[in-house]
């Protein structure tokens, strides 16, 4: 069993940066991804970002595309979010997660997922 442990959660003003990391007890078999999700108040749960196992393949949502990076020590099984250039609509309940390679974004079909992290990004 895998269990993703999420850290690296916190307050930032708007335009500033975080870095969120996972920490994965155990290690999944088969292709799999290390996937990002978050939930902000009133809203349903979206995909963020992944990366596979290997680390060659990464994906994103539009609304991050460009200011997120996902990236991994595979030595150390620990994953990576990286945020810049934050926005107060990125305040939500940030969760890590494993799942198939093939289902990337479709988070109903993740396997595990962490307890989550706050990030709040105020102006």
């Known amino acids: 069993q895998v269990r993703p442990v999420e850290s690296g959660g916190g307050l930032v003003q708007d335009g500033g940066s975080l870095r969120l990391s996972c920490a994965a007890s155990?290690?999944?078999?088969?292709?799999?991804?290390i996937g990002w999700s978050r939930q902000a108040p009133g809203k349903t749960r979206e995909f963020v970002g992944a990366?596979?196992?290997?680390?060659?393949?990464?994906y994103y949502a539009d609304s991050v595309k460009g200011r997120f990076t996902v990236s991994r020590d595979g030595s150390n099984n620990i994953w990576y979010l990286q945020m810049n250039s934050l926005k107060r609509e990125d305040t939500a309940v940030y969760y890590c997660g494993v799942g198939a390679a093939s289902y990337y974004d479709l988070l109903s079909l993740y396997d595990y997922w962490g307890q989550g992290t706050q990030v709040t990004v105020s102006s």
């Open positions: 990366i596979t196992d290997s680390g060659d393949r990464t």
């Open positions: 155990g290690r999944p078999s088969g292709d799999y991804v």
